[in-house]
């Protein structure tokens, strides 16, 4: 997946002592030791694979940060400006390098950005069945429950979305899906079934208005809704009849509920089903399913 972006003193030792299924993201920092997130643990990366010892760690530089840029530009930068301006590149087959260095503005507009001093490489994982648990309480006899996905970064949110959605396809359930995937990341393997269709890389609520208009889905999976205008696609999405099936960052439900920009659609109370992960026991972990009056329906 990383071969030919990766260059061989960081690819080679994980692919030989460590294996790119066990490890979910690797950072990058210029000066800094290489840093591997396997199953929610931090480890450094040295030559003969994961160790927690910084003398033995292999320290990135501006080059090699630079290098796995070119490379996963497919060798043209300005090819994935759009991308960069938003702070990340996603590869063909779903990975996606989050980055940090110079943001160049123009009259409030990001024009793009440089001089790259960190890079975080998050690793797409299909995990089989992983959204079964949760399965019966986001769909019934009635149909689809809108349902709001809670988890912190990289426990799993975005994986759930995929395999449910696989679910439905295997199952041959005739719901029309359309998958707003904004930032390049739901769209891997195997693709997402037999009834999906998926408009890449746009905003929330471009995707849901020209989605809703021109596809006429019965369901809409997009991941990582956090700003006002993405409110304004879901209530949109709701009015007209359209089924939701969503994610957001936060810790717990708790932390959730402060999120000042999600108060009108919780007032309105347009999610039926809140399911909420942690990484307690790996990514994925499965903390409890609520309902629209936040009392608990299911607990593990």
């Known amino acids: 997946m990383l071969n030919g972006i990766l260059p061989d003193q960081i690819f080679l030792p994980i692919k030989n002592k460590v294996g790119f299924s066990s490890i979910n993201e690797i950072r990058l920092r210029a000066n800094k030791p290489i840093i591997l997130s396997i199953m929610g643990q931090k480890f450094f990366l040295s030559e003969n694979g994961r160790t927690r010892s910084l003398n033995e760690a292999i320290i990135a530089s501006f080059s090699m940060i630079e290098e796995i840029i070119f490379r996963a530009s497919e060798c043209s930068i300005y090819s994935v400006n759009e991308q960069i301006k938003k702070g990340f590149i996603v590869t063909p087959n779903g990975v996606r390098l989050g980055l940090a260095g110079n943001v160049i503005e123009e009259n409030g507009f990001v024009k793009t950005m440089n001089t790259f001093s960190s890079i975080n490489i998050r690793i797409p994982h299909e995990v089989k069945n992983c959204s079964l648990k949760a399965y019966s309480s986001i769909i019934s006899d009635f149909g689809i429950n809108n349902t709001l996905v809670i988890s ?70 997009t991941d990582e809704l956090s700003e006002w205008d993405d409110m304004e696609a879901i209530k949109y999405a709701s009015n007209s009849g359209v089924k939701i099936l969503a994610s957001t960052h936060s810790d717990n439900m708790e932390s959730f509920l402060k999120k000042f920009a999600f108060k009108e659609i919780i007032d309105e109370k347009i999610f039926k089903r809140f399911i909420v992960l942690s990484m307690k026991e790996g990514p994925g972990t499965l903390e409890g399913i609520y309902d629209e009056n936040f009392n608990r329906i299911m607990r593990w």
Not at 199 to 208: L, T, Y
């Open 152 to 221: 912190p970064p990289g426990a799993g949110k975005t994986t759930f979305l995929r395999d449910f959605i696989c679910q439905l396809s295997e199952r041959n359930l005739p719901y029309d899906v359309l998958v707003l995937d904004e930032r390049g990341e739901l769209n891997i393997g195997n693709g997402l079934g037999n009834f999906a269709d998926i408009i890449s890389f746009a905003s929330k609520k471009v995707g849901f208005e020209n989605g809703i208009r021109s596809l006429a889905p019965n369901l809409i999976v």
